[in-house]
């Protein structure tokens, strides 16, 4: 065993070389395995031994049925009465090439060991075969393994195998282990709450960061050599000792021996284990992961550099509070994540009905009104130089016509019926009813923390003519440590020249009276656009939304300014927060109007954002969410007053066998129009609508796509127990039995329905595994023959 813990299982070794070994997601291939873990040399050099093991094991299948008698008699009882052999042995060491007939030290004919095997199916016989080969592997790591605990776990599945091959059953582990999985939730589903619970307020892109953080994190755990409790003794406490070593015992048995020998069931480590392992080595593993990615920087892609120093420590971080909170939801096996807090305060059953209207009304004039009406924010503007509103006559001149601005006419009772249960489950219609659209928004996590004054934000100025006070400069001394440590690029003497002059203003994040963010800016106001400096959020609190929250504020403030244009130029790594925050590389601004103005930076693209005077940004995403449940309401409705119920269908009970589709009541009247058919022979088929025809010719094919030799995946329901995570990412599965049973209850009236169940079957197999995959071969090479079978027919429009 390794002293210590990385991601390679190198504990054991074959005559074929290494046979370390690591489980693969079925969707990766080596080179995808080799990029999650940092780009190290070790998961390509594990998957080269387990290919080895493999091409062993062909090798040995692949022998004349005499010669897997006679590998097998090695490892077989003697059948005759009385005698306790287990196994034939050479009587002379110089033998070469053993008979039926050669003699074994117990005396009886190699025949004796064997002739309870002539009448096993080859497929028996090759199962037996592979437990053969993990003999043999399982024996020279136990002669290699140094670590006695290991050594005892690889000795008592040697005498498993042993055991198993002497009484032909399928090997499994019963012992005071127990059997996975071993605690609820499993760390998987741990992960996957985290996601949920403290990342679901990002935008799609960067939750889906998040999201591939979280899958580069599973590799790993899956991936990882958990040290053995003896030779790493300083990675757990003293009461964790004992604990520990039963986890490790049961890591050994059920995910890593199991990776280079696959006659033992093998299973993730994150789909059977759950807090007690994580909590016994996870700050150890946290600094190896990190060490190793550090140590390969070099050697990764840009992208791939930014996922794992950038963004994976503050996940790790995130989930190491949680693994060690008393009472952290994400471990509770009935984890369910709540509607966010703004939306449970914003409308309470049984209050004022004439605010709620009030609140509705506003919400429908932005929806509705060409203008609306804008209200004061919340950010504290500390502005050393001047004290002027920024209210310019225009600006006022559209509030004034924004208040004249009348409503759409919708009923005052209808507007109160949908304020007092938008909300209410019991009265959700729709998708709603199933995907109730609870996550929340990017901003919304740090609005909350501003409204219970946990931050705040400050717009903050240098001058030449007045004092700027104690505390300001402070904070602008913190700014200018945030911007040097996020910003290495720029010159710390370039950050300072700009942060305290005079001309530029920052609006500062603070938490706890210190920055921890901020935007430095320079308006000019003759031009009517400001230009974005510098923009950043101290590391530690990076992916909680105050990007964003701090971008919504600076829109404000320009917006009550007068200021309607953002120009910034924005590197590789901004691009994409800048695109989230409505910055287009489109520049709508005449270029006379910045050129000369804005500093050019090598290397960096400029980038342009228009304000919406119509718009408070620090409310938009609220606003817009209660608009779309607010319409959706209105649409169900509108829905329920024109809906109509027609009566049953009573043609077959009166002996119809078949009704032409469009004879269905109400059916035309939704603007239902027959297809097209392009194929003659379909187009005869389908309109003389005799089933039993179509059955018969469905059956044909069906038969010729079950013979085919790439159809082996397919032909049965995929197990559970074996992929234990396909139904979460498949959730509509077909395969070629279930269809057999349902072309025989005449489920295909038409050649359409078995088309869509068989090209299902293919697009979920692409959709579970990668391209790479034998898996993903076999559907392309199937969808190709079941399109020639089907057009043989007549039943394939061409």
Same mark, same amino acid.
């Given at each position: ?51 080895? !093991? ?80 993990? !003999?043999?592997?399982? #024996? ?74 979280? $899958? ?33 015992? /049961? ?8 990776? @280079? ?13 759950? $807090? ?27 992208? =791939? ?20 909170? &008393? ?16 939306? &449970? ?22 929806? @509705?009104?060409?203008?609306?009406? =804008? ?23 559209? =509030? ?44 919304? *996590? ?28 402070? %904070? ?15 010159? !710390? ?11 530029? /203003? ?7 009276? /210190? ?12 031009? #009517? ?33 007068? !200021? ?39 290397? *960096? ?66 603007? %239902? ?30 038969? *010729? ?6 159809? %082996? ?28 049973? $349902?072309?025989?209850? $005449? ?52």
């Amino acid at each position: 065993m390794s002293e210590q813990g990385q991601f390679s299982n190198n504990s054991t070794n074959s005559e074929e070389g290494d046979v370390s070994g690591a489980p693969m997601n079925k969707n990766q291939t080596p080179n995808q395995t080799q990029n999650a873990a940092s780009t190290n040399k070790q998961p390509a050099s594990r998957q080269t031994n387990l290919q080895r !093991i493999q091409q062993k094991k062909q090798a040995v299948l692949a022998f004349p049925y005499n010669k897997k008698l006679l590998k097998l008699a090695i490892y077989s009882k003697c059948q005759s009465e009385n005698c306790i052999c287990t196994g034939w042995k050479k009587t002379d060491p110089n033998m070469q090439e053993p008979t039926f007939t050669d003699p074994c030290r117990c005396e009886h004919p190699l025949e004796m060991h064997i002739s309870h095997l002539r009448n096993k199916t080859e497929e028996e016989l090759n199962r037996l075969l592979r437990m053969v080969v993990d !003999i043999d592997n399982m #024996g020279t790591a136990m002669s290699r393994e140094e670590n006695t605990e290991t050594k005892k776990v690889y000795t008592y599945l040697f005498h498993l195998l042993r055991k198993c091959i002497l009484t032909l059953d399928t090997p499994v582990v019963e012992s005071s282990l127990g059997q996975p999985p071993f605690e609820k939730p499993c760390i998987h589903k741990a992960i996957t709450n985290l996601l949920v619970y403290k990342f679901s307020h990002l935008a799609q892109q960067e939750w889906k960061t998040m999201y591939e953080v979280a $899958r580069i994190l599973l590799h790993c755990l899956n991936t990882w050599e958990f040290p053995s409790p003896s030779s790493q003794k300083h990675i757990v406490s003293p009461e964790e000792a004992t604990v520990y070593k039963m986890e490790h015992m /049961r890591w050994l048995v059920f995910c890593n021996v199991p990776t @280079f020998c696959d006659s033992l069931k093998h299973y993730d480590t994150t789909m059977v284990f759950g $807090r007690t392992l994580l909590r016994a080595v996870f700050n150890y593993m946290r600094k190896q992961i990190m060490d190793q990615f550090n140590r390969e920087r070099d050697k990764m892609p840009q992208e =791939r550099r930014v996922m794992l120093l950038t963004h994976f420590p503050p996940f790790l971080k995130t989930l190491n509070e949680e693994i060690y909170a &008393q009472d952290s939801p994400i471990w509770d096996p009935e984890f369910k994540q709540g509607p966010p807090q703004h939306f &449970q305060n914003l409308f309470e059953s049984g209050k004022n009905k004439s605010r709620e209207l009030k609140t509705n009304q506003i919400c429908l004039h932005y929806f @509705f009104s060409a203008n609306a009406k =804008r209200g004061p924010t919340e950010l504290q503007e500390r502005d050393a130089k001047s004290g002027k509103s920024g209210e310019t006559p225009s600006r006022e001149t559209k =509030r004034r016509r924004a208040q004249d601005d009348q409503f759409e006419d919708i009923p005052t009772e209808t507007v109160a019926q949908i304020i007092a249960t938008i909300d209410d489950p019991n009265y959700m219609t729709g998708p709603d009813l199933i995907f109730s659209e609870n996550a929340p928004a990017t901003d919304e *996590a740090p609005k909350l923390l501003e409204k219970r004054k946990v931050i705040e934000m400050h717009v903050i100025g240098n001058s030449l003519t007045e004092t700027v006070s104690k505390q300001t400069m402070l %904070w602008f001394i913190g700014l200018q440590n945030v911007f040097s440590l996020q910003l290495p690029r720029m010159p !710390i003497e370039y950050i300072t020249q700009l942060l305290f002059d005079p001309k530029h /203003r920052t609006i500062a994040l603070i938490k706890e009276n /210190r920055p921890i963010g901020g935007i430095c800016f320079r308006p000019f106001e003759t031009q #009517g656009f400001t230009e974005i400096v510098f923009c950043a959020v101290t590391f530690s609190e990076q992916i909680k939304g105050y990007g964003t929250h701090l971008m919504n504020h600076l829109k404000d403030y320009h917006i009550r300014k007068g !200021i309607l244009h953002f120009l910034t130029f924005a590197d590789e790594n901004a691009i994409g927060y800048f695109e989230r925050q409505g910055f287009s590389k489109d520049i709508k601004l005449n270029r006379s109007i910045y050129q000369g103005y804005i500093k050019d930076y090598e290397g *960096a693209t400029l980038m342009h954002c228009e304000l919406n005077p119509k718009i408070i940004y620090t409310e938009f995403t609220s606003v817009v969410r209660r608009q779309k449940k607010f319409v959706k309401q209105l649409i169900y409705q509108q829905q329920r007053n024109v809906s109509k119920v027609h009566p049953g269908l009573t043609f077959f009970k009166e002996g119809v066998k078949n009704i032409p589709i469009e004879s269905i009541p109400g059916l035309q009247e939704t603007g %239902w129009k027959p297809a097209a058919r392009a194929t003659r022979g379909a187009q005869q088929l389908e309109e003389s609508q005799d089933i039993d025809v179509l059955a018969d010719m469905l059956k044909t094919v069906l038969q *010729a796509v079950k013979s085919h030799e790439d159809s %082996w995946p397919f032909r049965l329901p995929v197990d559970k127990n074996d992929v234990p995570d396909y139904y979460d990412h498949i959730k509509y599965p077909m395969d070629l039995k279930t269809m057999a049973d $349902r072309l025989k209850s $005449r489920y295909y009236v038409s050649r359409r329905l078995f088309i869509a169940d068989m090209m299902r079957i293919f697009r979920n197999c692409k959709i579970y595994n990668s391209p790479e995959t034998e898996y993903y071969q076999c559907a392309v090479n199937l969808q190709q023959y079941f399109q020639t079978k089907m057009k043989e027919v007549g039943l394939w429009d061409k």
